[in-house]
């Protein structure tokens, strides 16, 4: 079993609909990334997080460090969201990163 | 404020040719530093990490290698390409002695081995 699970492995869904991308972890950690890799392969960091919930504009991420989950939302979603959301969480121990496989999301017009 | 700079972020090389990627850290000092890989179709695997110049830990045996000439310079290398080693590769740092401080990620470079 990996360590960081990610879900939806793909999803896609209309323009506009609410989306969101859950990421189970199973090793203790000091953080949690959320980061959006596009087409081209590009990589953008989008929330760092180690407890509570963050908000940007149109993108929410929440984390409950009891349940070791945190989940990605995407409001009023838009065909320019379609990307790959990857979650990556960083070990308490060595502070390594260890990265989930990915959720690829298509958004349609 | 922290920064970190990969490149190039896209490459074509023929098989057997060497390869360079560097990365660079700013606004930082003894930062912790990753290489990661892609694989089409695959999530990121840790190639390399190191907590100090000229110390590399390598997590995957494989046709790659790593250096740390300098406290923010990271640069993964290869003598002779193979088309396996076609991918997309991430760079990242963070802080070891700062529990919770942020990891930064470079913006990749997108390998294709012809």
């Known amino acids: 079993k990996n360590e960081v699970e990610q879900s939806p492995q793909n999803l896609t869904a209309q323009e506009g609909e609410f989306i969101t991308i859950n990421c189970s972890y199973s090793?203790?950690?000091?953080?949690l990334h959320w980061l959006q890799q596009h087409p081209g392969g590009g990589i953008v960091s989008l929330f760092m997080l180690s407890s509570g919930k963050k908000k940007h504009g149109r993108l929410i991420a929440t984390i409950n460090i009891q349940e070791k989950h945190s989940s990605l939302h995407i409001t009023a979603s838009h065909p320019r969201d379609s990307a790959v959301y990857i979650c990556a969480v960083r070990l308490d121990s060595n502070y390594q990163l260890i990265w989930g496989a990915g959720t690829k999301l298509i958004i349609k017009p | 404020s922290q920064t970190i700079h990969q490149w190039p972020a896209t490459l074509v090389q023929p098989v057997g040719s060497p390869l360079s990627l560097e990365c660079t850290v700013e606004g930082t000092s003894n930062p912790n530093l990753y290489w990661y890989r892609q694989a089409a179709g695959r999530g990121l695997q840790l190639l390399f990490y190191?907590?100090?110049?000229?110390?590399i830990s390598s997590e995957v045996p494989q046709n790659l290698s790593a250096s740390r000439p300098q406290d923010r310079q990271f640069i993964l290398s290869s003598k002779k390409l193979l088309l396996s080693d076609s991918g997309f590769y991430l760079c990242?740092?963070?802080?070891?002695?700062?529990?919770?401080?942020?990891?930064?990620f470079g913006q990749g470079t997108r390998l294709t081995v012809v």
């Open positions: 090793v203790g950690i000091s953080a």
């Open positions: 990242a740092w963070s802080s070891l002695i700062q529990r919770g401080a942020e990891a930064f």
């Open positions: 190191s907590v100090g110049i000229g110390q």
